[in-house]
């Protein structure tokens, strides 16, 4: 397995600042998001990182749940996943995978909700993942 997977390739690239001020539609801008996962043709993970319980703006909160409906009408999981880091030293790495979540919106439930115990990102996303995995498995098998 390539152990540079994940790991950014040009630091100062990223560093550099994507403006997008310019492209505007009424009151439609662009949002970014920090990540996206597709996972073996089963499910779509969206996650967006904040700084210190940072708020989420209204954007980019409806752009996360309408690309989480629109993913699952095509008979696929998603998760929306917004997370937390406590890195104040903007020359120091955050660690995604460390990220305490904050909120999830899944697919199914078509709702913001909590969670209920503390946990990582990567955590999350495993746990999603086995779910996804498991609910295929019970479908194959011929159990709903």
């Known amino acids: ?18 403006s997008f001020k310019n492209i505007r539609y009424g009151n439609i801008t662009p949002t970014d998001l920090d990540g996206a996962i597709e ?27 309408r690309l989480v409906n629109d993913t699952a009408k095509n008979n696929k999981k998603s998760i929306a996943i917004i997370a937390d880091h406590y890195v104040n030293d903007t020359d120091k790495e955050v660690d995604a995978a460390d990220c305490v979540v904050r909120k999830i919106y899944l697919s199914n439930e078509k709702k913001w909700r909590g ?21 295929q498995e019970s479908v194959k098998a011929g159990k709903r």
Do not use: T
């Not at 073996?40 to 749940?65: M, R, T």
């Open 39 to 65: 996972y073996h043709d089963k499910c779509w993970v969206f996650f967006e990182l904040k700084y210190n319980n940072a708020p989420i703006s209204y954007g980019q909160k409806l752009a996360l749940e």
């Open 115 to 135: 969670v209920v115990r503390k946990m990582s990102l990567k955590e999350c996303v495993d746990v999603f993942i086995d779910w996804v995995d498991k609910k």
């Open 1 to 18: 397995m390539n152990d540079n997977r994940g790991v950014i390739k040009h630091i100062a690239r990223a560093q550099q600042i994507n």
